[in-house]
């Protein structure tokens, strides 16, 4: 039975006082955490503020929202592997659609840097996801497969059994639209499908695959409640404590 997980990809939001508000609201609000992972992805600048707000709610991580491959070195701007594990950071997420389309990064790179979370013993959180014109055109699978196999090149199966795969499809990023349910669990599936062919199938099962992708309290049960849907990878509904919370919850009660 894989664990649930979910995620708040803060983006580029929050200052440390308002992250560390954030925390308060949000421990109050939910309450015990026993059968969901739960976590919180701040700026760089508000991890330390964060993981000081959690205390001993060790059942929450801190992940951040980005790294370079190389674990130091003159690369103005860039943070690696090493520097995140010394402020706790447990999880890293890794080719998400901003980072891609915005600042071109490729499947390659993304690969790169997986190697290099998993050598650092960072658990990545992946992410993958077609375009609304991608879709339309029936194009689906093929993007999915090819951000698959090149993200993922050459991890061994217990890399990959430690990897957290998030479906967005990016037509729904931000945007208040999402994919239904069973557009959703139709992707998740192939997604597992995949893994099944590029590893194995009991690695495929142990892998966890989040949606995101415009999720809100008010539509996260019915997502996650699909047998492929593992979690949430949430952006803008988790810069609301409350909204969180409520995600989270419906995580807990499936």
């Not at 059942?59 to 592997?81: C, D, L, P, R």
């Not at 706790?88 to 979370?117: C, I, P, Q, W």
């Not at 639209?177 to 590029?198: D, G, I, W, Y």
């Amino acid at each position: 039975m894989r664990k649930k997980i979910v995620a708040a990809n803060w983006k580029m939001n929050m200052t440390q006082g308002e992250a560390a508000r954030f925390v308060d609201a949000f421990l109050l609000d939910i309450g015990e955490i026993n059968n969901v992972d739960v976590v919180i992805i701040p700026p760089f600048t508000a991890i330390a503020r964060v993981t000081e707000a959690l205390g001993r709610a060790h059942n929450i991580k801190v992940g951040a929202q980005n790294m370079y491959w190389e674990k130091s070195g003159a690369f103005t701007g860039e943070i690696s592997a090493p520097l995140l594990r010394d402020l706790f950071v447990h999880y890293v997420v890794l080719g998400h659609s901003e980072r891609r389309t915005l600042f071109g990064e490729t499947d390659e790179m993304v690969n790169r840097k997986m190697h290099a979370a998993h050598e650092a013993k960072l658990r990545p959180i992946v992410c993958i996801g077609e375009s609304l014109e991608q879709r339309d055109k029936g194009n689906v699978e093929k993007i999915l497969s090819t951000q698959l196999h090149g993200s993922l090149a050459g991890l061994k199966p217990k890399e990959l059994q430690e990897t957290v795969i998030a479906y967005e499809p990016v037509w729904a990023i931000g945007t208040g639209r999402n994919a239904t349910p069973a557009q959703a669990q139709e992707a998740h599936a192939f997604v597992r499908h995949t893994l099944a062919e590029m590893a194995d199938k009991t690695t495929a099962e142990r892998v966890r695959i989040q949606y995101g992708g415009s999720v809100k309290p008010d539509n996260a049960r019915e997502l996650m409640s699909q047998p492929d849907i593992d979690g949430a990878l949430v952006g803008g509904a988790s810069l609301d404590p409350r909204s969180f919370a409520q995600i989270v919850k419906a995580a807990r009660n499936e």
